[in-house]
């Protein structure tokens, strides 16, 4: 059972994210299943701050509990794509983030348009195998000098994987479908799919005051605001149009860095007013 938990401070921008198998909620960002249901409003600006240091955001990754050196090199590999963009940027992971970077503060300044990988630690339970939100809280905040944004993500292959792991995993009630084969796993590519949610969030409304749509309290940020969306022409109990390896089976819609194969979520375009998928 393990988590993976994001830390990002304001000044400097640091993510600490935190990957765990069992947890009772999550830190002060609240993550947002994949509901299925398509966006009914628009994300607005609420005036607060953004992650947006021109020399980028700074990602600390806690692995907490045991991962495989699979699982920790395809998460690695996903993290160095923000960087090395892979062999077709069209459809890169970096490619995919700039609409992220649209998102602006009210001096116009964007958020940052990178995120890089610059420590890890490892962490055999510390806190025991079943965290609460209070002590993913603890555990987080520990050492911390500055505001903290932080997240935790558990192993949909333990928990939820119906939801946090699809469309490479069924819900047990919802639209009918097929799984899609996973080109890094199930667990580890359900793991992806939300971390990439969380980094698009804690970008872009990382104190509760920047772009969200509804209650502050349970925010739907840029990607939480296009759940289920991942290629055009989605609908609920339908990913949209991807690629597909002709080797694998797996489906995707972003190359990586090592070669590695991602399926990225759709984000509200703030231009377009619509969900954004990678093309």
């Known amino acids: 059972m393990s988590s993976l938990f994001l830390r990002s401070l304001l000044l400097p921008l640091i993510c600490v994210l935190a990957l765990a198998p069992w947890s009772h909620g999550l830190s002060q960002r609240q993550q947002q299943p994949s509901s299925l249901v398509a966006a009914s409003n628009t994300v607005r600006y609420h005036g607060g701050p953004l992650l947006s240091n021109s020399n980028g955001i700074n990602v600390y990754l806690v692995w907490y509990g045991g991962f495989s050196l699979k699982d920790r090199s395809s998460i690695t590999d996903f993290f160095a794509s923000f960087v090395s963009p892979g062999p077709r940027q069209g459809r890169s992971v970096s490619t995919w983030w700039r609409t992220v970077s649209t998102y602006k503060d009210k001096t116009g300044k964007p958020v940052s348009n990178t995120v890089r990988l610059v420590k890890q630690v490892d962490d055999a339970y510390s806190s025991g195998k079943n965290l609460k939100r209070a002590q993913t809280a603890n555990f987080i905040l520990v050492g911390a000098t500055s505001q903290v944004v932080f997240a935790?993500?558990?192993?949909?292959?333990?928990?939820?994987?119906?939801?946090?792991?699809?469309p490479y995993a069924l819900p047990a009630y919802g639209p009918p479908g097929q799984a899609l084969v996973a080109p890094n796993g199930i667990g580890t590519d359900g793991m992806i799919i939300n971390i990439a949610t969380l980094l698009a969030g804690a970008a872009s409304n990382p104190f509760k005051t920047g772009y969200f749509q509804g209650d502050a309290l349970a925010p739907l940020e840029a990607v939480a605001a296009c759940p289920g969306i991942f290629g055009s022409g989605a609908y609920p109990g339908y990913p949209g149009a991807l690629l597909v390896n002709k080797m694998s089976k797996a489906s995707y819609n972003a190359y990586g860095a090592n070669g590695r194969q991602f399926i990225l979520p759709a984000i509200w375009d703030l231009i377009s007013l619509n969900c954004k998928v990678i093309t």
Do not use: S
């Open 152 to 166: 935790h993500v558990g192993d949909p292959t333990v928990q939820c994987h119906g939801l946090c792991a699809w």
